[in-house]
């Protein structure tokens, strides 16, 4: 049980265009989503939560507006890149959450590659 | 405001010996903390997790970790590793007793098991 999935898991775009990214929760409703992006041997480093039904929360840094987090249901949360460009190359993972609870459950992550 | 320092970046061992994972937090409140395991291109397995009780936690994969109040500490060991070991590992806090879940991360140990 807590399967989460991402969707894609590569993608390869120009610079300026947008990409979507899809994080669901297959066998649990998840209350709470986490978006993570990682730079090659780095650790992860937190974007934004969201909560469903709620406009997420970005952490001090992050662009909002380039970095668009839809969570419309209990089992799905988007991340848009907006107008991407090749710095915001990068592994991009998910995790979620099943009610008030200290335990993430991360998806496989997406590698976004913008030429 | 919590932080992880992971004391190694890169541990190389052979198949069979032990090993120890080191990782020290720092945090003005009670946290809790986890091991993760992040294998090439794939998104982070829970290991193990500290919320209360024993100081000794018992993990999957044959992995222990140990919870010192007193050093700030929670290393990861095992007594004899396998090839398949082979992996990035993270550890990772969160502050008890709130509403925030937000995991904070180590840089992560490279740790690579030799025939």
């Known amino acids: 049980g807590a399967v989460v999935s991402q969707h894609p898991s590569w993608v390869i775009c120009k610079s300026g265009t947008s990409v979507k990214i899809e994080c669901r929760s297959l066998d649990f409703q998840a209350t709470t989503m986490f978006w993570y992006r990682q730079f090659p041997k780095q650790s992860l480093m937190l974007m934004a939560t969201?909560?469903?039904?709620?406009?997420?929360?970005?952490e001090q840094g992050v662009e909002k507006d380039k970095f668009l987090i839809n969570h419309a249901s209990l089992t799905l949360s988007t991340l848009t890149v907006t107008s991407a460009h090749p710095e915001d190359s990068s592994f991009y993972i998910c995790?979620?959450?099943?009610?008030?609870?200290?335990?993430?459950?991360f998806g496989p992550g997406t590698r976004l590659t913008v030429t | 405001a919590q932080s992880v320092t992971q004391l190694d970046s890169q541990v190389p061992v052979f198949e069979e010996a032990p090993v120890e994972l080191r990782c020290n937090y720092s945090s003005s409140v009670s946290v809790y903390l986890f091991w993760y395991v992040q294998y090439p291109n794939q998104g982070l397995q829970l290991l193990l997790k500290y919320l209360s009780g024993s100081t000794l936690v018992k993990g999957i994969n044959g992995f222990e970790a140990e919870f010192n109040k007193s050093q700030t500490s929670f290393h990861l060991r095992k007594p004899s590793v396998h090839i398949s070991d082979t992996a990035e590992y993270f550890c990772?806090?969160?502050?008890?007793?709130?509403?925030?879940?937000?995991?904070?991360f180590g840089k992560g140990t490279l740790l690579t098991v030799n025939p």
């Open positions: 969201s909560n469903e039904g709620s406009k997420a929360t970005y």
């Open positions: 995790s979620a959450t099943s009610g008030p609870s200290y335990e993430q459950y």
């Open positions: 990772a806090v969160t502050p008890s007793g709130g509403s925030n879940y937000k995991l904070t």
